[in-house]
C-alpha cells in the first residue's frame, strides 16, 4: 500500500487521515498487513514516534488490529469500497457509495419547514424601520454587568426549579402586580427564554392537532406558525379599532391567542366589555385564553391598561410576556403567568424541554430589578420612545399628509401606514423602492393569514433616532412617489450620514 503524507497539518493526524482513508476507500484490503512502525517511519523519513501516534489512533478506533510477533493489519469485517475518496469527504457506510441519505422528518419538522422563516437579522440597511428592535441607546450597561458580576460570586451551579429562579420571580410577581394588576405569587410564574419559547410550551402542553385556534385577523405570526406546526386549526376573527370582535365568537375552539391591551399589529385596546365577553366564552366552551402582552410597558396616551387576567376567576388565562422589549432581545427572558391548576403540567414540560432558563442571566436580572435600576431603565425609555413616536408622526404628517393613513400610535414600538394611494399587491413595489434608498420597509400582510385588503406597512421606530426617523419617512415618500407616479427623484441627501443620529 502507497502511503504519502499529503495536506498540512501535524505529521501525524496527516498519516492517521490518509491510512484511515485507504481502509474507507478499498486501497487497503481486510487482513493486509501495514509497515512496522520503524520501516514506515524511515520510507516517510519522520520519527517513527509520529507513525506510533498514528497507529496507536487507527488501533483504538477499530480501523487496525495488532498481533504480538506478527505486526500490524487492517481489521477485519469492515465495509470497503465506500467511498472513492479518502479523509472526511466518504459518507458513512451502509449504503451505495456516493448516495446520500434522505431525511425522514417528522410531521412537526415538515411542518416548520414549510413555514415562513424570519432571522431577525441586521438588514444593513441604514434606516431600517423594523420592528421589534429596542434601542441601544441609554441601556444601564454599568448596572447591569455588576448584577452580573454579583449574580456570579452567589451563583449555585446545580440544576434549579424549571420555574426559574425563585428571587426573580418573586420580582416579577409584585412588578406585574404593581404595572398590570396581574393576580399571581411567585410560585404560578414559568420563566422562559422569551415569549416564543412561551407559545410554543403553551402549544406543546394545551393543543392536541386538529384543535381549533381562535386567531385575531390580523396577528403576531410568530403565534401563528407555532400553533400551525402544533397540528393546530386556524380560524381567523376579525378585529376592528377597540381589538378583537368577541360578539358571535365561534364555538368549538379549545384556545383563543388575543393581545387585548395593544392589539399586533392594529393597536385596538380590547374594552372592558369585550373582555367579559371572551371570558364568558371561554367559561361556555371550556376554553382557554393566551394573553400575550408582548409590549404593555409603552403607554403613550391614557392611563395604563390592566391585563384580563386580573378579571380572570376560573383560571382560563394563560399570560405571558417578554422583558426583551424593554431591555434587549439578546436576553431571552419571557415568563408564563399561570392559573394554580396548570403550573405542575407546564413546569414538566419545561423540565423536559431544557430544564431551565440560563440561571446567572435570572439572578442578575432579579438583582437588577431589586435594585432599581429596571424601573429607571423603563422610564428612560418611555420618554425616548415618546420623542421617537412624536418625530415620526410629524414626519408622516409633513411628507405624507392625506396620502396615508396612521393607527395604533398610541402605544408600543411600532405604527401601522396605510397607503391609501395603493392596491395591496403594490406594497412589495414600495418596500423594493424603500431598500433602494437605503430605508428598511415591511409590509402588513405577513401578520394576516388572508391577504389583507389594503395596502399598509409596520414601522417599528424604537431602534431609530428622531433625525433617522425624519430621513426614513423622506426616503419612503419618494419610494411611494416612484411606484404611483414611476419617477423617482434623487436621493444622495438621504444616504449621507446624519450628523446628530
Do not use: C
Not at 497539518?9 to 476507500?25: C, F, I, K, N, T
Not at 451505495?96 to 437579522?121: D, E, I, M, Q
Not at 409584585?174 to 404595572?179: D, I, P, W, Y
Not at 384556545?255 to 361556555?284: K, N
Amino acid at each position: 500500500m502507497l502511503i504519502r503524507l499529503r495536506g498540512s497539518g501535524p505529521l501525524h493526524e496527516r498519516l492517521y487521515q490518509e491510512v484511515r482513508g485507504a481502509v474507507l476507500s478499498g486501497r487497503a484490503r481486510a487482513g493486509e498487513r501495514l509497515p512496522s512502525t520503524r520501516g514506515l517511519a524511515e520510507e516517510l523519513g519522520v520519527s517513527r514516534t509520529v507513525v506510533i501516534q498514528a497507529y496507536d489512533r487507527l488501533l483504538a478506533e477499530g480501523y487496525l488490529t495488532a498481533r504480538v510477533g506478527a505486526g500490524t493489519f487492517v481489521a477485519e469485517g469492515l465495509p470497503s469500497g465506500t467511498s472513492k475518496s479518502w479523509g472526511n469527504e466518504e459518507p458513512l457506510p451502509g449504503g451505495p457509495a456516493g448516495v446520500a441519505a434522505k431525511p425522514r422528518p417528522s410531521a412537526w419538522a415538515a411542518a416548520v419547514t414549510k413555514l415562513r422563516r424570519h432571522t431577525g437579522r441586521d438588514t444593513g440597511l441604514r434606516l431600517d424601520f423594523r420592528y421589534g428592535r429596542p434601542s441601544p441607546e441609554g441601556f444601564p450597561s454599568r448596572a447591569w454587568r455588576r448584577a452580573l458580576s454579583r449574580a456570579g460570586k452567589e451563583l449555585r451551579t446545580g440544576y434549579g426549579d424549571p420555574r426559574g429562579s425563585p428571587r426573580l420571580r418573586e420580582a416579577l410577581a409584585a412588578h406585574l402586580a404593581r404595572s398590570r394588576a396581574v393576580v399571581t405569587e411567585a410560585e404560578r410564574i414559568v420563566l422562559v427564554t422569551g415569549s416564543q419559547q412561551a407559545l410554543d410550551l403553551v402549544a406543546r402542553v394545551v393543543l392536541a392537532p386538529g384543535d381549533a385556534v381562535l386567531l385575531e385577523e390580523p396577528h403576531y405570526q410568530g403565534a401563528r406558525q407555532v400553533f400551525q406546526a402544533a397540528g393546530g386549526r386556524l380560524v381567523p376573527t376579525r378585529v376592528d379599532d377597540q381589538g378583537l370582535v368577541t360578539e358571535g365568537l365561534p364555538g368549538g375552539a379549545r384556545m383563543a391567542y388575543v393581545t387585548p391591551s395593544h392589539q399586533f399589529p392594529l393597536g385596538g385596546v380590547l374594552p372592558l366589555r369585550r373582555r367579559l365577553e371572551l371570558l364568558a366564552w371561554a367559561s361556555r366552551e371550556d376554553a382557554v385564553v393566551v394573553e400575550d402582552d408582548y409590549d404593555s410597558e409603552y403607554r403613550h396616551v391614557g392611563a395604563p391598561v390592566e391585563a384580563v387576567q386580573a378579571l380572570d376567576r376560573e383560571g382560563r388565562i394563560l399570560y405571558l410576556g417578554t422583558l426583551s422589549k424593554v431591555l434587549f432581545p439578546a436576553l431571552r427572558a419571557g415568563y408564563l403567568v399561570l392559573p394554580e391548576a396548570w403550573v405542575e403540567t407546564f413546569a414538566a414540560a419545561k423540565w423536559l424541554t431544557d430544564r431551565h432558563s440560563p440561571t446567572l442571566e435570572q439572578e442578575a436580572l432579579a438583582i437588577f430589578i431589586g435594585e432599581g435600576h429596571f424601573e429607571r431603565h423603563l422610564r428612560r425609555t418611555r420618554r425616548s420612545l415618546g420623542e421617537r413616536r412624536g418625530a415620526l408622526l410629524d414626519a408622516l404628517d409633513r411628507e405624507l399628509a392625506g396620502r396615508v393613513r396612521v393607527e395604533g400610535a398610541d402605544a408600543g414600538m411600532h405604527v401601522v401606514v396605510w397607503l391609501d394611494e395603493l392596491p395591496a399587491d403594490r406594497v412589495g413595489a414600495v418596500v423594493e423602492e424603500g431598500a433602494l434608498r437605503g430605508v428598511g420597509l415591511y409590509a402588513v400582510a405577513p401578520y394576516y393569514l388572508e391577504p389583507p385588503e389594503r395596502a399598509g406597512l409596520v414601522l417599528g421606530y424604537a431602534s431609530l433616532t428622531p433625525e433617522r426617523i425624519r430621513r426614513g419617512v423622506s426616503a419612503l415618500r419618494a419610494a411611494l412617489d416612484a411606484v404611483t407616479h414611476g419617477a423617482p427623484e434623487p436621493l444622495a441627501h438621504l444616504l449621507r450620514p446624519p450628523h446628530h443620529a
